[in-house]
Each structure stands twice: as C-alpha cells, then as structure tokens.
C-alpha cells in the first residue's frame, strides 16, 4: 500500500521548470485504500464483468460459510442472480448464520481491510478484510446503488435492512438509510442470518470460471453445507448436501518466530504490552518455551530480562537472525481443519459423475512457520470426457480458485507428477490426458496468494513438495483400480479364449480316442477357471498371494460405482462389437467390478493369432 | 491346388486288368504305426484333461537354432529343443485346439484310406467354433503350419498322414515310372512333361527301366521347356526335372531316390543369386524348416553346375542380363556363406564373394541372348565334360 503514494511522488518529482517543496506539498495528501483499490479493482477480481460477476458471489459466500462454520451453524447459502439488463445484474446471497450486529454493518460492508480475520491466525476462507466491501463498491461505482444488507441476529429482535453507500475517500460507509424490518423475518426461517444484496454490471455466460462453476466447486469441498442458487433464467438449482456433519472449528494460533519477516517483528516489538523480552518471545509466539527463548536471547547477545523499550533496530535485527539459527520446534498443526477424505469423498460423489473416486488427506507441514496440510481427490471415468485433458480443480480453505490455473502451485504439481506410472497417458510439458477430475485443497492459517483476489497458491517447495505426495498416493490407488479393472477384462476374455477351444478339443479328441467328450469337457472347465483365476491373483509385497476380491475393501478413501463402469465400458468403441449379446441383455449388468462373482460375459473383439 | 492327382482315382479300373497292379495309397504297416501315434497324442490329451491338469504337446523346434549340420552325413538334422505347446495359454489355446483338431481329421483321413491336398484338410477341418463367429482356421496357411507341427510332434512324415501339396515340378527322360500302378513312359512326355505328384514314396512310385546316367535339375519350367524342346535328356542320356523355383518335397524325394535307389548323380543348373544357391543347398543337405527329412531327401552328392558368377566374363555375356543385387540379395548371401556348411567350401565362398563384388546376379536365361539353345548346346554340355561344377 506504499506503492501508489511513491507513484504520485514521482509524478510530481521536480521537471525542467521546477517545483518548489512547497508547491508539490501541496499536493501531496493521503490516498485512503478504497481509492487505490477504485483504481486497481483488477487487484481484486474484477478486471471484467464476466468476472466481476464470479466475485461478487464469491465473496459473498465466503463469508456467509465463515460466519456459519465459526457459529456452529449447518451453512444454508441462498444465491440469486437477478438479470437487470445485457450487462446488469442484482447478486442476492443470503445465509442462515448469526447476523451481524448493527453497529458492525458499515464497518463490514463498508470499509476495505477492515476484518475479523486478518489480524489473527486461524484458518478461514477470508483473510484480508478486503473482499465483501469491495464488491460493494465496484456495484456502486458501476451503478450507482448502493448496497443492500438485511440482518437478523436473534428470533426475538426484528430484521434490520440497511443501505449502505461506500464514500471511497474516506474509506468509510454512509448510511442511506436504514429501517427495522419485521417484514423480513421471513428470509430468516431459523431466526438469524445475513442477506446482502449487490447490483453491479456483470455479464453471465456458463461455463469455465462462471458462477455456476464456482457453486460447483464450493459444493465439492463443502459437503456440509446446502445451496439453493437461483440463476438468471429464473431456474432453482439445488445442491444437496452430502453429510450433516459441520466440520470441526479451526483454533487460532500465535505466530511462529520462524515465520516473520524483521519489519513485522519490530512492529510487534513496538507494539507488545510486555516489558521484558524474554516474556514478549515466550508470549506473543507458539513454540518458544523459557528455554528457547533463552537461546534466541543469548544468540542475539542479550538476556531475557532486557527491557522491550530498549530494543532498538539493530537488536530487534540481533533477535531476527537468532530466530532464523535457533532450533524451534514447528508450529501446532492441530489448528488447521482438513476438509477429510470422508467428506472429500462425499463431496465428489455428489457433483461428479464418475466411477472410481478416491481422496488423501497429508499430514500437516510448515511453509515459513504456517502450518498448512494438503488434500487431494481423485475421480475417474464414468461420464467424464474421455479425450481431454484431465480437469484440475483448485482450493484453498475451502475456496474453489477458478482463475490463472497455470500460475498455481497445484497446477505445477499435477504437471510434474508422473501419470504414466498410474496408466494414464501424458505427453511431456502438459496435464494428462483421460476422464480425471484431480483436486487440490490447500488448508493453512495462511495461505500464500499471488494476488490479493486470492487466485493462485504460491509456489512454495514445501507446498509443492506436499502436493506431489499427495497426487502419488491418489495416483497410486488409481492405478491399482486400472491394473485390476484390465485385469477383469483379461480374466473374462482368456476364460472365454478358453471356454470357445475347449468344446472343440474335446469333441475332436472324443473322435480320435473314444474318452466322453461331456467329460473331458467339464474337466476342462475346471480347469480353466483354476486357471484363470491363477493368472489374475495379485502377489503381495512379500510375494504371497493376496485374495482380491475386493483390495480396496477396508480402504475407506476409495469409492467405486460399478453402475458406471458398466456405461463407461459400454461407451468406449472397443467395447462394443464384441459384447453385443452380454449387454443388450441386461443394461445393468449383475457383476460388480470387484465382487466374487464374475460372470465371464466378454468374448474378445480381435482373435488372438501367435 | 486341389486338383484331383492321381493317386486319389483308386476307384478308377485299372486299364490293363490282366497286369497286378498296386494301388494302396500306403502300406498297412505304415498306417498302422501312425494311427497308432496319433491316437497317443489324443490320449495324452484326455488324460491330462481328465486328470485336471494342463494339456500340451510338445512339438521339436524347427529354427535354425534347433538345426545341426551333420558333417560326416553332410546333411541337416533337427536338434532335440522342442516347444511345449500348451491348452492354457491364451497365446496357444487356439494352435493347441487347432491341432487336435487336425489330428482327427488326419486319423479319419488314414482310416478311410484315402489322400486330401492340404487344402482339402483346411476344408475337412474349417468350421465356426459353436456359438461364435470364430472359424477354426483363417486360411490354408495356419493349417499347413499346425500339420508340419504335427508331422513332426508324432514323428512321422506328410506322406504317412496323407497328405500332399499342390503338384509342383515336371519330369521328362529316359526312365519309366510306375505311379499309383500305372505306367508311364517319361521318355514319351511331349512337351508337357510328367507331373512328379507331391507323394512320391516307394508305395505309390516306382521305378521301372531307367537307361539314364544322371539327372539335370533345373530352376524353372521355362528353362526345362528348352532342354526338353532340345530332346536334350535324349541326346546325353539323362532325366530332366524342374522344381518351379523351391522344390517341393514331392521332387526332392524323387531326386533323393533316383539318386540313392538308381544310383544318378544330380547336376543343378539355378540362377546366379543367393535363391539359387540356397535351392542348391536344400537339395544337398537338406531345409532348415524341414531338418527331420533331411535323410530321406538329402542328396549330398549333388553338383551345383552354374550359372556360375564367372561365367559373365566367361561366356561373353552382355551388360543387358546383369540384375543389381539389391540390400536384402546381399543380406542373404551373406547369411548363406556363413552357413555351416557353406563356411568350408572354398569355391562356394569365392562364388559368394564373387557375385557380391559384381554386384549383380543373372538367371539361366541369360544365356539365351548368346544363342537360343546355347545353354543345352554348349554351356551344359561342356560343363559337364569338363567335370567344371562346385560341390
């Protein structure tokens, strides 16, 4: 936020006329934030109205689950676009959270970096302050209306509607007006919530990187919460949710030594209430006991009892660098709430039309002292698109990021892991190719954007580190469901290889040796599927045979549908001379993948010639 | 291909009844051991099968891996490796089911006595396999493989499983056969020649008087038709054959018998290439494909009279009858001069090297732009007086 004062300086820096001090202090003022972001609303999102659009939802609901989740709520997040015109639109989201009390309404809505979640560290989709306001303020700069918030905090108080115009010099909101609204308990059936209402210009188009997507996306990676989205063409879209359970609450945490930067230690060195040093360190930081702050003290040439006050620049320097050479253990990590396979899973299964699903949640790791820990699912096959790049779908806290995709640590990380390995094909430099929807879910009390419109994860080596292990472990399991999902097919087509041969020796050896063809027949039945059955087991590790009827029978982080590996195959043109008998049958053929019983239906497309 | 030979019109009267004739396509006893052989195969088969476990045949390997040469015989033998083919295994579950099947259609065969072509055994055995639109076999040729593989499985020949190939080769010269019982005068062929059937054992030909002194064998029936047209197996004394490029086995048998049973030595006259050459040596010791019948087809003995690479310069040939060798010709030579028994004979590795640096191989016919009948008028002639051929 120093950048634009330096830019004006520059512009009034001394030309060949020359000004004097006196003249150019003239000019020289403060500029609020609000004026630099009315500037630079691409900082933000919302370089366009498409994306605009996108954003103003996006934020919205961001804080609509954020209020729910820190108020032990089950979030049920109304969206509604209202299609003024071409290009104008109303953007309604309304929540079932807590509401907001009164007097807080214009400092929320109202003003830019001002936030309940900036100043601490905790994880929550939110972090700056900046993104609700902002919104607010595109709408009014690019229609003049002013923004439209109705609350309700408790059964008993009536709904307070407020319209709040943002003064963007001042960084502070007016009230236009402002009226106790009984009327309105009706959007709030549980007593409480928050309804805000934003007209802006915006264009919406479906597709990649739209509204729809992000509702999408949202309801992946929160299965606990209920949206109801009304889209412009007046049509209710509901996305259900998959488990009733809210997830845990994030504790905030203090920040870890190792993960300031010098001008933030000084801050907190000019702004801490302690008196002593050692007493600031131990305090104001998670994992610095008595002991270690001893060592950072006596690293830093001074002792825990220095007064604060005396702490200058070059000691606070002194102190930094004891920081970065004394052993501190890492942060906490119990702070940080995974989505979890369970729900990751549930999540997928609900919005994705696919086969096999499969998710992983890593342990927690330290970037620059924030602890963060890094989710991946998997799904594949079904109805997804066959001949296309795999789908990478991004999030951090929760939140689906739909743009700059290439610039992401997660995207980088899908590129560099090593398909192939897992039966999916890939050409050098670019994703993978098959019906994969991958997501990545980073959690962290802070977590690295690019930007402030919070669109790309930054490409830290540990994050990235974590990712790649990540995908390796979903990728693992994908390619043991593809190896025995061939395997399947194999077994069905060498039985039938077998099954068509056998009557044929049988009767031709009857012929030349007088032994019942009906018996050499069924023995040799048997032993085809002896065989078979031989040529399909899985050896384990220790090269023991396994029974794998099922291997994925006590792994709780796969799902498989068999259901839609019926279609799948049926959908695949290899697949479809050979079996017309065994489909056109039964449309849902009895076998499951993985189950005992197989049913050797297939017969195979290509004779086998030696 | 399947054209009614012969030997199949056991039905036909014989034309001069007062004469014994002998028309039993294979003698008993044969028939008998091979039956017999057959049927152990199929036992075998039905044993493992009843007994639950996997079903194969082993089958001797026919490479040239599995091929020896036998220098005190001078001839080709197959060695002992054998390829155990199994019932499951996808690879060879259909080989394995063609082959029993083929085996009864062969054990039908010799019960009701009579011969098929290997085309008419392709037939016999073709069929859908039941409840799909799989046949037994896609062509003649897999079954041709799966019955040398059996021919050698059970350890017997063609001939005793009667079968024969598409005819192939003509005979013509002072000698008169008797084939199937009847009588045949080669030295009153005109100008077609006598066919040599594909079956050419002692049980269905023999030799009746022969005044001949050896046997001119040459590549194709183009040049045979000039030899003949030359009356020249009349004016030196001799039996004329051709093979029609690679001779089949109908003709090296015949060759091997004229040699061993009437004691003619056999002169080749091929074309200057490295086809040529290695037609020579499978006449002499014997095919790789076919090692197991070496010792009853090889003749050791035979002579390699020309085209010689030498006789470009020797015979004053002109640049026109030059053919280049061509990559995959130079290939082969030198495959074939590394042959064991090649790798020896001086004068075959001169020969072979010979032609390489010409550069360019010639047929027989080539002769013809010297004169029309210089090749059965000079050429042959003089070779054989000057005893100028390589061994």
């Known amino acids: 936020m120093d950048a634009p004062q330096d830019t004006d300086q520059k512009k009034s820096s001394p030309r060949r006329r020359g000004a004097t001090a006196e003249e150019m202090s003239e000019k020289q003022r403060e500029i609020s934030v609000s004026e630099f972001f009315a500037k630079n609303r691409h900082l933000l999102g919302f370089d366009n109205p498409r994306k605009a659009l996108m954003t103003a939802v996006k934020e919205a609901v961001d804080n609509a689950l954020d209020a729910c989740e820190e108020a032990c709520i089950l979030p049920h997040i109304y969206v509604e676009l209202l299609q003024r015109s071409e290009t104008r639109f109303k953007v309604t989201v309304r929540d079932n959270g807590p509401g907001i009390v009164r007097k807080q309404i214009e400092n929320i809505f109202g003003r830019l970096l001002y936030g309940s979640k900036f100043h601490r560290l905790k994880m929550s989709r939110g972090q700056q302050g900046i993104g609700i306001s902002a919104a607010g303020m595109y709408g009014l700069m690019t229609t003049g209306q002013p923004v439209l918030i109705i609350s309700k905090t408790q059964k008993k108080k009536p709904a307070v509607e407020v319209l709040l115009k943002m003064d963007t010099s001042k960084n502070r909101a007016d009230v236009v007006s402002e009226i106790e609204h009984p009327e309105d308990d009706g959007l709030f059936p549980e007593g409480h919530g928050t309804q805000v209402s934003i007209e802006l210009e915006g264009r919406y188009q479906q597709g990649r990187q739209s509204v729809d997507e992000y509702l999408d996306q949202t309801a992946i990676a929160n299965p606990h919460a209920h949206f109801t989205y009304v889209n412009p063409s007046n049509e209710t879209i509901e996305f259900k949710r998959g488990t009733s359970e809210l997830p845990p609450e994030a504790t905030e945490i203090l920040p870890h030594p190792k993960g300031i930067e010098l001008g933030t230690l000084i801050q907190m060195i000019e702004r801490t209430e302690r008196a002593q040093i050692g007493a600031f360190l131990q305090e104001e930081f998670s994992r610095v006991s008595p002991s270690v702050s001893k060592d950072i003290c006596e690293r830093a040439g001074i002792t825990g009892r220095t007064w604060v006050k005396q702490i200058g620049h070059k000691e606070a320097e002194a102190i930094y660098k004891a920081i970065q050479d004394a052993r501190i253990m890492a942060p906490p990590t119990d702070c940080l709430v995974p989505i979890g396979t369970k729900a990751l899973l549930s999540g997928l299964l609900k919005e994705v039309k696919a086969e096999f699903f499969t998710a992983c949640t890593r342990p927690a790791d330290v970037y620059r002292g924030n602890p963060f820990l890094i989710e991946v699912g998997l799904a594949f096959g079904g109805e997804l698109p066959k001949d296309e790049l795999i789908r990478v779908i991004r999030f951090a806290n929760r939140v689906p990021l739909l743009y700059q995709q290439a610039a992401c640590a997660s995207f980088k990380a899908v590129l560099e892991t090593s398909w192939k390995n897992y039966g999916v094909s890939q050409s050098r430099g670019s994703l993978p190719d098959g019906p994969v929807v991958v997501m990545v879910h980073m959690a962290s009390v802070w977590v690295p954007f690019t930007s402030e419109s919070k669109e790309a994860i930054a490409d830290y080596d540990e994050i990235r580190k974590e990712m790649k292990l990540a995908l390796q472990e979903v990728g693992r399991k994908l390619g043991m469901y593809l190896r025995r999902r061939q395997r399947m097919r194999n077994e069905g087509e060498r039985r039938s290889i077998f099954e068509r041969y056998i009557g044929e020796i049988s009767q031709a050896t009857e012929a030349i040796t007088g032994t019942s063809a009906k018996q050499i027949y069924e023995s040799l039945l048997r032993v085809a599927k002896r065989k078979t059955e031989e040529a399909d087991a899985v050896l384990n590790d220790e090269g023991k045979r396994v029974r794998d009827s099922d291997p994925f029978g006590k792994d709780d982080s796969v799902v498989i549908l068999p259901g839609r590996v019926a279609v799948n195959q049926a959908d695949s043109p290899d697949e479809l001379e050979g079996d017309e008998g065994s489909t056109k049958g039964s449309p849902t053929p009895s076998k499951t993948l993985f189950g005992d019983e197989v049913a050797p239906n297939k017969k195979p497309r290509t004779r086998k010639k030696a | ?391």
């Open chain 2, 1 to 391: 291909m399947a054209k009614k030979s012969k030997s199949t019109d056991s039905s036909t009267p014989a034309a001069t009844p007062a004469v014994k004739v002998n028309r039993s396509v294979s003698n008993q006893a044969t028939r008998e051991k091979t039956l017999s052989k057959i049927l152990e195969l199929g036992r075998s088969v039905a044993k493992s099968a009843l007994a639950e476990t996997d079903p194969f045949v082993d089958v001797p390997s026919r490479t040239m891996s599995n091929t020896t040469y036998n220098e005190t015989r001078r001839l080709l033998q197959m060695g002992d490796a054998t390829l155990r083919r199994n019932l499951f295994n996808t690879g060879q579950a259909r080989k394995f089911m063609q082959m029993v099947l083929l085996s009864k259609g062969c054990k039908d065969l010799l019960e009701a006595q009579k011969t098929l072509s290997l085309r008419g055994m392709y037939y016999m055995s073709l069929h859908s396999i039941a409840g799909t639109k799989e046949k037994t076999f896609d062509d003649q040729e897999e079954s041709d493989g799966i019955l040398e593989d059996i021919e050698v499985a059970i350890a017997t020949l063609r001939e005793n499983l009667h079968l024969f190939a598409k005819k192939r080769g003509t005979m013509v010269g002072n000698i008169t056969v008797i084939d199937n019982g009847d009588s045949i005068d080669c030295r009153r062929m005109g100008t077609g020649g006598y066919a040599i059937p594909s079956i050419c054992e002692p049980s269905v030909v023999q030799f009746g008087k022969c005044d001949a002194k050896f046997v001119l064998h040459v590549e194709k029936d183009t040049v045979w038709s000039r030899f003949n047209e030359d009356r020249f197996w009349e004016k030196h004394n001799c039996i004329l054959t051709e093979g029609s490029g690679q001779p089949p086995r109908g003709v090296r048998r015949l060759l091997y018998r004229l040699n061993k049973e009437l004691g003619l030595p056999v002169y080749c006259l091929l074309d200057c290439d490295p086809w040529g050459h290695y037609i020579y040596s499978v006449i002499k010791q014997g095919s790789i494909n076919l090692a197991f019948e070496s010792e009853r087809m090889a003749i050791p003995d035979a002579k390699y009279l020309g085209i010689r690479s030498s006789d470009f310069v020797r015979c004053g040939l002109s640049d026109d009858v030059k053919i280049s060798l061509n990559d995959r010709d130079i290939e082969r030579a030198k495959q074939i001069a590394e042959y064991p028994w090649f790798i020896k004979k001086k004068h075959w590795q001169k020969e072979i090297q010979l032609m390489i640096r010409n550069g360019f191989k010639m047929e027989v016919e080539s002769l013809i732009t010297k004169d029309i009948s210089y090749v059965t008028e000079v050429y042959v002639p003089e070779r054989l007086k000057e005893k100028d051929w390589i061994d």
